[in-house]
């Protein structure tokens, strides 16, 4: 009995993009998340970057659930004494909506140098342009 490893050469990377108008944050990072890693696919392996490149645009127009859009705070340390940051989810999308998206995606993905890798994949515009069309993309309904 053999085990067939998938290798870079048979997998080929597609491009994705999707657009985040009204859709809920946590329901896309999900959907996003496992075309990232590679989960869609019939030779998923764990250990191997076999997903696709995603292209999310409209990162500014999605929607959340619940009152998160008031109550949701995002942390971060300057590494100094006293040095706690800390912005709330409105005032956050006003300023990067991206890093929202991002965050959330990242959350989901290993913690380790794969999944470091899988991050770059993903290229998330606030905009309704996005400059990947030399790819040609095909529409990823979530």
């Known amino acids: 009995m ?7 050469i048979i997998n080929k990377k597609r491009w994705f993009y999707v657009n985040a108008e009204n859709k809920i944050l946590g329901r896309l990072a999900s959907s996003v998340s496992k075309y990232l890693i590679g989960k869609h696919k019939s030779n998923y392996v ?10 999310i645009f409209n990162a500014e127009k999605i929607s959340f659930t619940g009152n998160k859009i008031n109550k949701k705070i ?3 340390h300057t590494g100094y004494v ?3 940051k800390a912005i709330n ?10 890093f929202v ?5 990242k959350g989901m993905l290993p913690k380790n140098t794969l999944g470091r890798k899988i991050i770059k994949k993903l290229k998330i515009y606030s905009g309704n342009v ?3 069309s030399a790819q040609k993309p095909t529409l990823l309904e979530i």
Do not use: C, M, W
């Open 101 to 105: 998206i991002k965050r959330a995606i």
């Open 2 to 8: 053999k085990t067939f490893f998938v290798k870079n």
């Open 82 to 84: 006293g040095g706690l």
């Open 130 to 132: 996005f400059k990947h």
């Open 46 to 55: 764990s250990s191997v970057d076999n997903g696709d490149y995603i292209v």
């Open 89 to 98: 989810l409105k005032s956050l999308l006003l300023i990067q909506p991206e």
């Open 74 to 76: 995002y942390f971060r």
